[in-house]
Nanobody, 117 residues
Framework: QVQLVESGGELVQAGGSLRLSCTAS??????MGWFRQAPGKEREFVAS????????SYGDSVKGRFTISRDNAKNTIYLQMNSLKFEDTAVYSC????????????WGQGTQVTVSS
């Protein structure tokens, strides 16, 4: 059974940093990524990573501030978030796929990130 478990979300002040983690079990995933959803808004792509160490891709709103990385030995991906803004407040969810393109087959439950202004 595939499981994706996120952690690291918390309340942080604007301008601060936070690192999210997502640990996968029950499968091998070529592509993993992060999405977020704020109240009243659609889910938004944040970042993804392919293969063991890249390439990576980022949503326009987080480019230059967020960094996705992967530790294959731990089956874990990370999202380092710097220079956080109020508008980064959302539930951040991890996603995984065994294929190069197409829908994300597996999702985590999400972790809440709240940025205070």
């Amino acid at each position: 059974q595939v499981q994706l478990v996120e952690s690291g979300g918390e309340l942080v002040q604007a301008g601060g940093s936070l690192r999210l983690s997502c640990t996968a079990s029950g499968g091998t995933f070529y592509r993993m990524g992060w999405f977020r959803q704020a109240p009243g808004k659609e889910r938004e792509f944040v970042a993804s990573i392919r293969g063991s160490s890249g390439p990576t891709s980022y949503g326009d709103s987080v480019k230059g501030r967020f960094t996705i990385s992967r530790d294959n030995a731990k089956n874990t991906i990370y999202l380092q978030m710097n220079s956080l803004k109020f508008e980064d407040t959302a539930v951040y969810s991890c996603a995984a796929s065994a294929v190069i393109i197409g829908d994300w087959a597996y999702w985590g439950q999400g972790t809440q990130v709240t940025v205070s202004s």
